[in-house]
């Protein structure tokens, strides 16, 4: 056996079959390809005598996969990570959603300026979950995670590979397509302090300063629009759900925080509920609002999307959320809808809407479609059982089922006082 270790002997044939091939006497073919009695005999000129077999183990051993023979087993290659030119003959394909990669802190201000670049390599490198990001991130010092919006690069015409050993491989990965776990640290006016910032508002999809402006501009005009509403929608429970969205994406890195963020703060800006059933009067407004504060394109689709999907729409619809974000927001608007505030807010929008409290001949539907649900004008406490009662079993993350628990015993206890004082089975003949 060689001389050098495992990872050694890994290294050494990285080095050439990726970077230095000519340092072995060797000429990678077309698909990066050398022939396995090549290899062993540069090697060997090189003072690291192999055998076949001992090669063999060490391309099954390897942790990454690093190396593939050919089908005949005559030839071999690296994978991927090739600074030498060489076309591996990768087909183009679509990627998943959300990409990610890892990389340090010290990279982020240029990675802001001119999205991730190739540097040394034929392609930008990017793994399919966050651990092996975060495992490439750490070879460097403290890791970065940087979540890749893939499907929209995918959809704006940027092409993808995937190698032999998963790694997903693409040109460039431009501003505004990504977000990242942390902020990176500002100076305190004047003093050079550096400063490490709340994680929550910080969004690389916008630069820091713009992000927070944006939120601070969008609360404002929510805000005033919403102050003094009386159904049960207004500024105080917008404010709600944005907190408990906020919280809610702290603990889930691949949700991106401003779209998050924006996307509790709009949620409710032009309810179908208050705009004739139309169910694209919220998108519409919102994405208005966000152009004319200059958001990113890619920021503005993903609010839409949670607008679009945030509905309950009747006990028989399925209401899948297609974002992350937008299923930390739908749980934080559930949230808000059940326990002692949810009672409160049902009997505020029935008021709103003339409707009675109770009438015990009006039984609960199960609302098969969103156009039966929509024309619903039954009594309030039938919303109960056709809409608050289920919404803890439809809620997306174990946090917010959690705090579901209490919230939702609550409603079972005050149903069932109110049912028993309608009747005054409590006052004694
Ligand atoms: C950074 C390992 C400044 C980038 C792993 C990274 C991976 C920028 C470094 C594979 C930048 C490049 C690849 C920009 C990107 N300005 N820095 N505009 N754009 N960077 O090693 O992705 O062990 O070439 O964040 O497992 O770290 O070799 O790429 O930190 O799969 O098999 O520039 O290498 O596999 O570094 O790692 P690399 P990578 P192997």
Known sequence: MAYLDQTRLSKFLSLHLRHNPSGLGLTLEEGGWVGVEAL???????GVHLTRAELEQLVAA????????????TRIRAQQGHSVPVALGLAPLVPPALLYHGTVAAALPAIQREGLQKMQRHHVHLSSDAETARRVGSRRGKPVLLTIDAARLHAAGGIFY??????WLTDHVPQHTWSCNVRPQSRR???GELLPLPVHLFSVLLPMPDAQLLIDHTVEFVRAKFLHEGSGHDWEHIRRVWQ??????????????????????LHDVADWKFHGGDEEAGPRAARQWLQAQHAPEAVIQRVEAIIREISFKGLGVATPMSTVEG???QDA?????????????AFAYGGHKGRPLHDPNVAPIEHASFESYKQNTAPTINHFYEKLLHLRERLNTPAARRVAEERHHFMERFLAQFLREWDSQDVSA
């Open 40 to 46: 062993l005999t540069g090697c060997a000129t090189r």
């Open 189 to 191: 006016a004047g003093t």
């Open 162 to 167: 995937q190698s032999g050993n998963g790694v």
């Open 327 to 329: 299923e930390l927001v």
């Open 333 to 345: 608007d559930r949230l808000d809808a059940i326990g002692a505030i949810g009672v409160a807010r």
């Open 244 to 265: 408990v969205a906020r919280a809610l994406a702290q603990q889930t890195p691949q949700a991106d925080p401003l779209v998050t963020e924006l996307g509790a703060l």
């Open 62 to 73: 390897d942790a990454k996969q690093r190396y593939a023979f050919d089908p005949t087993g």
